[in-house]
C-alpha cells in the first residue's frame, strides 16, 4: 500500500445459493406434506358477500326494522322539506343517502337494549351538517329536539 492512502476495510460477500453449489437452499429445507385427500373433505364454496357503497342505502331485513326506519325516517325529515328543496341536486342526493344510512343505524340503536343518546345526536349533527350555510347551534339544537322525538319513539308502541 503507498504512504498516502488511508487503508479501506475489505468488504465482506455472502455467497448466495446461486454463487456457491453446497449453498442451502432454504425453501427446500423443510419439506411441506401433501394434504390426504382420503381424510380431507373438499371446502365448502365460498360466496362472496355483498358490496354496499355509499350511494346504496343498507336495507333493514325484517319488516319490523323496516317499520322502525321509516318512522325514524320521518322525524328526520320533519321540518327539513323547504330546506331540502333549496340544496343543488348533488348536496341533496348526498344528503338523502347519508340521511337513509343515518336512519338505519339509529333505527338499530333503537331497537337494542341500552340506548346511546350521545351516539344518536352525534349521528343526527353529523347529518344535519351536509346542510351548507346554517349556523352550528342551530344545527345542534335541532339534532336534540330530533333525538328526544327518536326516544319518545322507543317508548310508544308500534303503529
Known amino acids: 500500500m503507498p504512504e498516502g492512502q488511508i487503508p479501506t476495510p475489505e468488504r465482506a460477500t455472502i455467497p448466495t445459493p446461486e454463487q456457491e453449489p453446497g449453498g442451502i437452499d432454504v425453501a427446500h429445507e423443510h419439506p411441506v406434506p401433501a394434504p390426504d385427500r382420503a381424510t380431507k373433505s373438499e371446502p365448502a364454496p365460498v360466496t ?20 322502525i326506519v321509516r318512522r325514524v325516517e320521518t322525524i328526520m325529515s320533519d321540518g327539513l322539506e323547504e330546506t331540502y328543496q333549496k340544496l343543488d341536486p348533488t348536496t341533496q ?3 338523502r343517502a347519508e340521511g337513509e344510512r343515518t336512519a338505519t343505524m339509529i333505527g338499530t340503536m333503537l331497537q337494542a337494549t341500552k340506548v346511546q343518546t350521545k351516539k344518536i345526536v352525534e349521528l343526527l349533527l353529523a347529518w344535519l351538517r351536509i346542510i351548507p350555510g346554517v349556523n352550528r347551534f342551530f344545527l345542534e339544537q335541532e339534532a336534540k329536539i330530533k333525538a328526544d322525538k327518536l326516544l319518545a319513539l322507543r317508548n310508544t308502541p308500534p303503529q
Open 48 to 67: 362472496p358477500l355483498p358490496v354496499v357503497t355509499a350511494t346504496e342505502p343498507v336495507l333493514p331485513t325484517t319488516p319490523d326494522e323496516s317499520a
Open 93 to 95: 342526493a348526498r344528503f
